[in-house]
């Protein structure tokens, strides 16, 4: 999505894929996680046809998204490298 | 937060969605499940290419993807705004709820509607009468004065007395005087009696109120024995005698006969002792200190409290009492002018009934949560299957709790209708009955009222059957097939809230019951004359054409004489005091033979009243002893006096009083000699012990405003025109007089207790209504629940009559708890209405009793019918049945 406009059943399973089906989540549960994201100005989301020519509803990241993406990533490998500096990882 | 112009657009867009979304839920929730479908074909062909077949490919596509209706709910409580949604959708849930059991609904909204609606018409009264500020400015500065004799009886002020008060106090602004009279107006239409009050010119300044028109009273306007010919109208004389015609301010008009300037009109909204004119009133330094007229208002210094003002005029009364023996012993009583307008028994009476409304509203409320309880026990299965479904256990209890709010909110509405419709009839009740009820209106404090009690009607009603029904087990509801059934705990919160019902009716019932017995020793009160047959009519000479006392005597031996020709009329006689209209004039008794050992002070205090021959007769007061005064008793004969039983009694106990001479006032004039005893008479207040009464007669004192009391022998048609028209035959400028059956001003002087008894017996039927549809409610489910039980128990040999005994036994079990309970409860509350009971104990055993038999008739009256419906089970049905 970070690239390009997706739906959300590709969103999940790229995240699938992505997570080497580490997460073991129900896919239901993205939809109100999009929703939140959404509301927060960071996704845009309209309803376009897909190569099978089905309607589906396509999120693309705003720009507002792409920053807080970058910050939110940041703040992310911060918090990471704390917790392995403290866990004296080699 | 830091953000770009960009960054707020999306922001904007971001909350455009959510309102886009709340104006269209319907829209936004097809677009959810659009997606959601659409995710769903997309994994289940991801799994048919994966080679499963297609009933595998569907069930793992849902396993992957969890509880559809979950994430459902979960997307919707954050869509939008969530909760304002969610109340749209718990309000449509309602909506069809009550459209498919519209009986359920009738009954909650009207039970609420009375509970709330009469809560909020006795919250109205309270609020006109106690809570409601007095329209003077910063009224709480205001204190009433009066003087307070030896005996400690509340007394009016001597003029010289208030001039002192008035001259010598550190804690008052100012201190002003007035009294009350009715006056003859005439040469404005019909001559009318006017009620005017005669005041100092620092009323209206003391009361904070200017005039509306002109100008009110200057000081130099009420020096002593010269006060100005000048009057101050009120509003609504104004607007009624002269048509609101502004030139008249300056114009004259006749007042008691004499001319009087009109200087001022007062506001609108002015009332002080309903007076309908104002004249000056000029207290005389010289006059008797033992003549007590006057009232005083007075507002406090900044700083200064009642009690420290109360303190100050009792030290000028004390020293009054060392310098002038009139005084010795007087003191003086500061109050509120609040408590003085609103007597302490109105004040109480008013939050009786407050007291009264909050239990009917309590078991308003008791009875919609058992309504609402049983409902919850019907629709468990569909409550547990929408909890299967994903719903949240707090959303549930929102929608349960919804929809008793709308239910308050409707029965607030209904409530509200009927406060409008009672509301009018209050402000029809006769004026003077409760102080200021005729303000009585609909106003933002009642609707505040009417709001609060209904949300809290409605959430104290909802909150337990709400709690109850969210706990439903899932499993074990749907498991028994939907049977409907309710757990234990439920049934016992069920029988619980019958017992409160039933404890809280006694409470009212005994209340109401105690008022009622009251009012019937109040009505059987021998007041000392009899009222039936007998009419009284108040005339008032006016002091200039009257000037003489022999003309006064001339006009009212002529009149009575005309009356007494009318057909039917047995005798007509006069006296200067009309029954019960509160006039009362009291003063000094002495025996010849005690006046040496009370100079001044007087042996004891009696009411004196100046009857005419004749008197006795027609107002039916028995004589007792002697003989009643007659056309030979001359004033320049020997003074003669009559007494009642009372007085006779205190004056010379165990003594034949006939012949024995007393002084009336002061023991340096001329003593009268004693020619008759009568009965006691109560014409001032019925509920007290008939006071010693002195009797004067016309023929040695005349009186210019005296009652004729007119006795027929039977009903007699166009009375009362008769009377007005001998009446003008005397003197045509005389204002109408209003002529009243004397059994009509008996029950008006009981109007109060009467008004007080006739709503809370209302309230107490109210709640034995609401009770015995709560019991009859809880014996109707358990026979329903327990149908099965009862089949068995028919099918095992039990007669019908033992059925019935055991669920009609239950009944009366609640019912004997509940007015254990209630009973405990009524002493407890009925001592604080003690002082507005007459000769009726706070613990009066025939009440107490009489409730809870009230109460047994109708708990088996209400189990009867549920009771004979199980005996008609037939076990077969019943087995079958679930």
């Known amino acids: ?90 | 937060m830091n953000l770009n112009r960009e960054g707020f657009v999306d922001l904007i867009r971001g909350w455009l969605k959510r309102f886009r979304s709340l104006l269209g839920p319907t829209n936004a929730d097809r677009d959810m499940t659009d997606e959601m479908a659409f995710h769903l074909q997309m994994e289940v062909e991801k799994n048919l290419r994966e080679g499963m077949s297609p009933a595998e490919a569907r069930r793992t596509a849902r396993l992957a993807f969890g509880g559809v209706e979950r994430f459902k709910e979960e997307v919707r409580a954050d869509r939008g705004i969530g909760w304002i949604n969610a109340i749209g959708q718990d309000l449509r849930h309602t909506v069809r709820g009550i459209r498919r059991s519209p009986g359920f609904a009738a009954v909650a909204i009207l039970t609420l509607a009375l509970g709330i609606g009469a809560a909020s018409t006795i919250f109205s009264v309270v609020d006109a009468v106690v809570i409601a500020p007095m329209p003077f400015e910063d009224p709480d500065r205001l204190v009433s004065i009066e003087e307070v004799n030896p005996e400690g009886s509340d007394f009016s002020a001597s003029d010289p007395n208030y001039l002192d008060f008035r001259d010598r106090n550190q804690s008052l602004v100012s201190l002003a005087a007035f009294r009350l009279d009715r006056l003859s107006l005439t040469g404005a239409g019909e001559p009318r009696l006017v009620r005017a009050g005669a005041v100092t010119h620092s009323l209206f300044p003391t009361l904070g109120v200017g005039p509306a028109l002109g100008r009110s009273f200057r000081p130099d306007e009420d020096q002593p024995g010269a006060p100005a010919k000048v009057v101050v109208l009120s509003f609504d004389l104004w607007q009624r005698a002269f048509g609101g015609d502004s030139a008249v301010v300056g114009r004259t008009i006749q007042l008691k006969g004499q001319e009087f300037l009109v200087i001022g009109v007062m506001p609108a909204g002015f009332r002080f002792l309903n007076a309908e004119a104002w004249l000056p009133l000029a207290p005389n330094p010289s006059a008797d200190r033992d003549d007590h007229w006057l009232s005083m208002i007075g507002r406090l210094r900044p700083g200064a409290t009642a009690e420290r003002a109360q303190a100050d005029l009792v030290r000028i009364a004390t020293q009054n009492g060392v310098t002038y023996p009139a005084s010795k012993g007087w003191s003086v009583r500061v109050q509120s002018l609040a408590e003085w307008a609103v007597s302490a028994n109105v004040r109480q009476s008013a939050l009786l009934l407050f007291a009264a409304v909050v239990v009917l509203l309590l078991m308003a409320c008791t009875n919609v949560t058992n309504l609402l309880l049983a409902r919850a026990t019907a629709r468990r299965t569909e409550l547990s299957v929408r909890m299967a479904l994903g719903a949240g256990q707090g959303r549930l209890i929102r929608q349960l709790l919804t929809e008793s709010v709308v239910l308050g909110g409707l029965g607030a509405l209904a409530g509200l209708i009927g406060v409008a419709w009672a509301l009018g009839i209050i402000r029809g009740l006769p004026a003077g009955l409760v102080p200021r009820l005729d303000t009585v209106v609909l106003n933002g404090r009642v609707l505040g009222f009417a709001t609060l009690a209904a949300l809290l009607a409605s959430l104290g009603a909802g909150v337990l059957p709400a709690l109850q029904a969210s706990k439903a087990d899932v499993h074990s509801t749907l498991k028994q097939g939907g049977r409907s059934g309710s757990s234990f705990g439920q049934h016992r919160l069920r029988e619980g809230l019958v017992i409160a019902q039933v404890a809280l009716a006694v409470i009212l019932l005994v209340g109401g019951g105690l008022m009622i017995r009251s009012l019937t020793r109040l009505t059987q009160v021998d007041p000392g004359f009899r009222t039936e047959y007998a009419w009284t009519v108040p005339l008032q000479l006016p002091t200039t054409q009257y000037r003489e006392e022999w003309q006064v005597a001339r006009f009212y031996n002529a009149v009575a004489g005309r009356i007494g020709l009318i057909p039917g009329v047995r005798s007509a006689g006069s006296i200067n005091v009309t029954p019960f209209s509160g006039t009362n004039f009291v003063n000094d008794v002495t025996p010849e033979e005690r006046a040496a050992e009370h100079p001044s002070a007087g042996y004891l205090q009696a009411g004196w009243r100046i009857v005419s021959p004749g008197y006795f007769e027609s107002a039916g007061v028995q004589l007792l002893k002697g003989r009643d005064f007659g056309d030979g008793d001359i004033a320049e004969g020997v003074g003669v006096a009559m007494i009642s039983k009372t007085l006779a009694t205190r004056l010379w106990p165990g003594q034949d009083p006939i012949g024995k001479r007393l002084f009336w006032g002061g023991t340096d004039g001329k003593p009268r000699t004693v020619i008759g005893v009568v009965g006691d008479i109560r014409d001032v207040a019925l509920e007290a012990e008939p006071a010693p009464v002195l009797f004067l007669t016309t023929r040695q004192i005349a009186w210019p405003e005296m009652t004729m009391v007119v006795r027929t022998d039977r009903a007699v048609p166009n009375l009362e025109d008769q009377i007005r028209r001998a009446v003008w035959a005397e003197d045509a400028n005389l204002p109408v007089p209003t002529i009243r059956a004397m059994a009509a001003t008996r029950a008006q002087a009981i109007a109060a207790p009467r008004f007080t008894a006739a709503i809370l017996a209302g309230f107490a039927a109210a709640a034995l209504l609401l009770a015995v549809v709560g019991l009859y409610g809880v014996l109707s489910f358990a026979v329903v629940e327990r149908t099965r039980e009862i089949g068995v128990r028919i099918a095992l040999g039990a007669e019908p009559a033992a059925v019935v005994s055991m669920l009609v036994g239950r009944g009366l079990v609640l019912t004997g708890i509940g007015i254990g309970i209630g009973l405990i409860g009524a002493i407890g509350l009925t001592r604080l209405m003690q002082s507005l009971l007459y000769q009726t104990a706070g613990t009066d055993p025939i009440t107490f009793v009489g409730a809870a038999l009230v109460l047994i008739v109708v708990a088996l009256m209400a189990g009867f019918a549920p009771a004979s419906r199980a005996a008609r089970v037939d076990p077969i049905t019943a087995l079958r049945s679930e």
């Open chain 1, 1 to 90: 999505m970070a690239s390009a406009p997706e739906h959300g059943w590709a969103i999940a399973q790229r995240i699938e894929e992505m997570s080497k089906e580490a997460l073991q989540i129900g896919q239901g549960s993205l939809y109100p996680a999009l929703q939140r994201l959404e509301q927060k100005g960071w996704l845009d989301s309209n309803w376009q046809t897909t190569d099978q020519n089905r309607r589906a509803k396509y999120y693309r990241l705003t720009a507002t998204g792409r920053r807080a993406l970058s910050t939110e990533t940041d703040s992310w490998r911060r918090y990471v490298s704390t917790v392995e500096l403290i866990l004296g990882t080699p």
